[in-house]
């Protein structure tokens, strides 16, 4: 592969990450300020923010809305459908961690142990692709990025 193009597809893949936790610090800010909807400019979020540091009343902690094995199958579905591509155990309990999805241990490795094992024992739903990490069952994998460049060199595509 080309540097100029890796180095792209890995910063492509930072960008994401870092959207992904943008993503999830405004949904979290929305349900701890209790604001009703996106429409909170940055300026008076940034002062809702300032306030609510200072402020001596304590707010309950929000709760994580999924839990147990079949909230991590069901909701682990519908993130490799949204995303179109394999992922790792990994990528996928941050995924389900963002959709507040409650993934018991210690720290993201065991977490992410926790899902890989809960998509191995559902094999009528989830495979495993090597290299690349879990797949919907019964649906064609998607092409990887390299598979698609190899396939233009041969003039196959």
Not at 4 to 15: M, N, T
Not at 71 to 98: F, H, N, W
Not at 124 to 141: Q, S
Request: aromatic share 6%; no cysteine.
């Amino acid at each position: 592969m080309d540097q100029a193009v890796a180095k792209a597809l890995k910063e492509k893949k930072e960008l994401q990450k870092r959207l992904a936790e943008i993503d999830q610090f405004l949904r979290l800010y929305r349900e701890f300020s209790e604001e009703p909807d996106d429409s909170t400019d940055e300026k008076a979020a940034v002062n809702n923010v300032h306030e609510s540091t200072h402020a001596n009343t304590k707010k309950p902690i929000p709760r994580l809305k999924f839990r147990g094995p079949p909230s991590v199958v069901r909701v682990s579905k519908g993130i490799l459908q949204d995303i179109g591509a394999p992922l790792t155990r990994g990528e996928l309990a941050t995924e389900l961690e963002m959709k507040m999805v409650h993934l018991p241990g210690k720290d993201k490795e065991s977490r992410a142990r926790y899902v890989g094992t809960i998509l191995w024992r559902h094999p009528d739903d989830f495979e495993h692709v090597d290299g690349r990490g879990y797949w919907l069952k019964d649906v064609p994998i998607p092409e990887s990025e390299e598979e698609k460049r190899d396939l233009r060199e041969r003039n196959l595509i």
